[in-house]
Nanobody, 117 residues
Framework: QVQLVESGGGLVQPGGSLRLSCAAS????????MGWYRQAPGKQRELVAQ???????NYADSVKGRFTISRDNAKNTMYLQMNSLKPEDTAVYYC???????????WGQGTQVTVSS
C-alpha cells in the first residue's frame, strides 16, 4: 500500500500563505482521485479540494479563489497552495488518495495549520 506523508503546515498570520505537500512512497498515478481534507477541533472532517487523474479539480466554496490543488506525478507529490489564509482555515489537513469504484482511500497522518495573529 502506498504511504502518504504531509508536510508544510505551521503557524501563519491571517492573510499569509502556506504550501502543503503530500509525498507518496510509490507512484501517485495509480490514484484516480486525490484530495485534501481538513478537520478543525470539534468539527467533522471536510473536503477542501480534489484533483483527478485528468487534473480536473473541485474546491469547497470556502476556499475557492484562495487555494490551489495540484499534483506532480513525476515527483509522486500532491500540493495545496493556500493564500489569503483566515483564522477559520485553522485545522489538521490530511491528504488522501483514492483507487477504484467504490473508492478505497489511503490517508496521510495530517499536518497542523494554524492561522493566528
Amino acid at each position: 500500500q502506498v504511504q502518504l506523508v504531509e508536510s508544510g503546515g505551521g503557524l501563519v498570520q491571517p492573510g499569509g500563505s502556506l504550501r502543503l505537500s503530500c509525498a507518496a512512497s510509490g507512484s501517485i498515478s495509480r490514484f484516480t482521485v486525490m484530495g485534501w481534507y481538513r478537520q478543525a477541533p470539534g468539527k467533522q472532517r471536510e473536503l477542501v479540494a480534489q484533483i483527478n487523474s485528468r487534473d480536473s479539480t473541485n474546491y469547497a466554496d470556502s476556499v475557492k479563489g484562495r487555494f490551489t490543488i495540484s499534483r506532480d506525478n513525476a515527483k509522486n507529490t500532491m500540493y495545496l497552495q493556500m493564500n489569503s489564509l483566515k483564522p477559520e482555515d485553522t485545522a489538521v489537513y490530511y491528504c488522501a488518495g483514492g483507487i477504484g469504484i467504490p473508492v478505497t482511500w489511503s490517508w496521510g497522518q495530517g499536518t497542523q495549520v494554524t492561522v493566528s495573529s
